[in-house]
């Protein structure tokens, strides 16, 4: 594979290993996806960021773009790195970027259009020795792939069909060569997926829950069950938990325990595999009767207590076999959880939390729109530690502060998925601008940064960096080192 020579320029010293073999392995890919790996443990067993952001990120990039005149701050992707410790990142309407480990940017692919650029992508491993960056449309029902060292579009594939509205999907899911794809089984519903062949594009199969209802932002993680068979695990937005045969779609399991008080329950959180140990994280129904409109937006003092009580369900953190799906155990969080955690150590990670509404409210009067950051004992579901976050006392996006109504601003959920380097510290982001580092078996808080906005992305960890895509920036703080490039 050619190197690309702003790339290599780039690298840090450290690196020089990795660099020398030109088609790099799997493993060698720093972080392929959101949460780190197919499984979505957030964990990376080889490398470890800063804990230590009190001198301020090492570079930052805006992540900010415009359509018709209108400024649009929503980056809710997360950053991939590659093998070069290069960085894949896009924003809403900011096209996807190369940017080397220090913060040139290496190319931008603008081919594709807006719908793209909100789902998380996948780094693949080509046969050819190659690596390809690869991602799906909002709507559902696409894919396409980018060349990771030259930023050419290698296809771009319909393979099923997809939902009415854009932004119902969240991220691609890939291992072994497959991805899987959210579609539609009606054209209206998140109700499908589909295997597709990441090396051409090609649809393998289809797979349809039994949620009558529709998906939402959710999360599919894959993992090798046994004898060469990988489950790819998904939950629908009431808890039910699903697992197809990555390599035919046929269903392996589905436990639907949790659907007596599903089907009135709503999550964006999903699950994510360590140790053949499904662990989901999902909410119960609301505790108040929800009277009418809650939309993002809040115009009224009605939306606003419609909110409000929409937001007083508590969160379910449920563990499941991989082999048949039984739960093993589940614990009640007083707080929702909208966003799936990281496991790394035995303990599973993550940030449960009201959602603060985007915009037009006035936040203050009704702070503190609590968080938690806790983790789980994984054998036992024990609660090992709980952190509380800052109080929430501003708005959650630039857009916001700047006093412009729009509908099209960031939109975060309370926390981001957490992610944990190979030294234990634990990267939390928090819609209240915040983004921390926490010690992994303690909690105790080593260094936290106000970013300024919401977060919505999952951050990156790379050899001595950790990458955080907020709302409106790309934000990469790096351990202190000697700067001798
Ligand atoms: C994309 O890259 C080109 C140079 O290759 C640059 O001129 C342009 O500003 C970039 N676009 C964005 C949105 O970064
Ligand atoms: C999956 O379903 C779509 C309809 O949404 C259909 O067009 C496609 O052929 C199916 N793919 C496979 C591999 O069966
Ligand atoms: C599924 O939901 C739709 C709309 O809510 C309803 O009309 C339909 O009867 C439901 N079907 C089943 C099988 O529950
Ligand atoms: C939703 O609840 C109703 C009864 O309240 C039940 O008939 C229906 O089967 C449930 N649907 C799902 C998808 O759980
Ligand atoms: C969690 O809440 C459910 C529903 O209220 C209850 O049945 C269950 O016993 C609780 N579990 C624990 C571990 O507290
Ligand atoms: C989890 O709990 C088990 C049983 O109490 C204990 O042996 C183990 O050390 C705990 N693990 C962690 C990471 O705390
Ligand atoms: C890290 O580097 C900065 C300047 O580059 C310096 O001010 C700071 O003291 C260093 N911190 C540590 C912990 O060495």
Redesign the pocket.
Known sequence: MLVHLAAALAVPPHAASVLASAAPEMDDLVWTCKSHDSARTGFSPSFSGPSDFTTGPAWRHPMVGSIEGSTIYAAYSSPVIDHEGNIYAYGTVVPMTKFSPDGAILWNNSDLGYSYTAVSPVLHKRKDGGVSVVGADSTG?HIFAVDAATGKQLYEKT???PVQQAYFTWMLSGAEGIAVVP???NGIYLD?F??VNMEDGT????YTWAFNGSGYNFMLAIEHVSDGVFAAVVQDPGGGVYAMDLHT?KELWKNLDLWTIGNVSFTTAGCLISDKTVLCASNAPPTRTVKGDHPNVIKTAEHLQNWLDFWSMGGIIHAHSLKDGKMLWRHNSTLPVNAAGAAANGLFYYGAGKNAPGSGAPLGSHAPWPGVMEAINISTGQVVWSTKAHTLIGYISPRATDKIPTNVECEPDSFANPSVGADGTVYFGWHGGMVYALDGRTGTVKSEYPTGTGIQANPAIGDGMVAFLTCNELIVFKTNQTNDE
Do not use: D, K, Q
């Open positions: 029902g393979v099923a069909r579609s539609s089984s499908t589909t295997g649809g393998l199969w289809n779609g």
